[in-house]
């Protein structure tokens, strides 16, 4: 995966650290798109989620694994918009190092969690799902460059970011 420039990193993490919400977008089976707000925590920028197991996204996710999703910082004025919007690849976690560094950086954004799980030392949590996803292409809107500056980036690793 191709790395960011360091200024756009650094904008992209002050993105991700300033809110704890993003919406993503998944495919339903008949191929209509389904959006519903999801807490996240980074590990740079790739992002982890724990939803419910019976739940829509997860039904989706199982079988289309592509996603989109956007990501706003709070604003004042449109001259202060930073957003980001990402299409990535959605995978439920199953190795057990890394469902325990998705928990820990769930845990770590939302200690909140341990009270509403049954058992945060269960890996995963009992009833859901850990699902990491790892980002394709990133566009960075950033309004303080002027109105609608975006700036696109191709992550695959087969164009220039």
């Known amino acids: 995966?191709?790395?960011?420039?360091?200024?756009?990193?650094?904008?992209?993490?002050?993105?991700l650290a300033a809110t704890?919400?993003?919406t993503l977008a998944s495919i339903r089976d008949d191929g209509t798109p389904h959006a519903s707000t999801v807490s996240f925590a980074a590990d740079g920028l790739v992002l982890y989620v724990a939803i419910a197991l019976d739940s829509h996204k997860a039904h989706n996710l199982r079988t289309h694994p592509q996603v989109a999703l956007?990501?706003?910082?709070?604003?004042?004025?449109?001259?202060?918009?930073?957003?980001?919007?990402?299409?990535?690849?959605?995978?439920?976690?199953?190795?057990?190092?890394?469902?325990?560094?998705?928990?820990?950086?769930?845990?770590?954004?939302?200690p909140a969690f341990a009270q509403v799980v049954a058992n945060t030392s269960a890996?995963?949590?009992?009833?859901?799902?850990?699902?990491?996803?790892?980002?394709?292409?990133?566009?960075?809107?950033?309004?303080?460059?002027?109105?609608?500056?975006?700036?696109?980036?191709?992550?695959?690793?087969t164009g220039t970011p």
Do not use: C
């Open 1 to 15: 995966m191709h790395q960011l420039p360091s200024g756009s990193q650094e904008l992209a993490r002050t993105i």
């Open 20 to 22: 704890t919400d993003l």
């Open 70 to 110: 956007t990501v706003n910082a709070p604003y004042r004025g449109w001259n202060e918009i930073q957003g980001l919007s990402m299409d990535a690849m959605a995978e439920m976690i199953h190795e057990p190092v890394e469902a325990q560094r998705a928990a820990a950086a769930l845990l770590a954004r939302f």
């Open 123 to 157: 890996l995963p949590w009992p009833g859901m799902l850990f699902v990491r996803i790892t980002p394709l292409a990133l566009s960075l809107l950033d309004y303080t460059k002027g109105f609608g500056h975006t700036d696109f980036f191709d992550l695959r690793g």
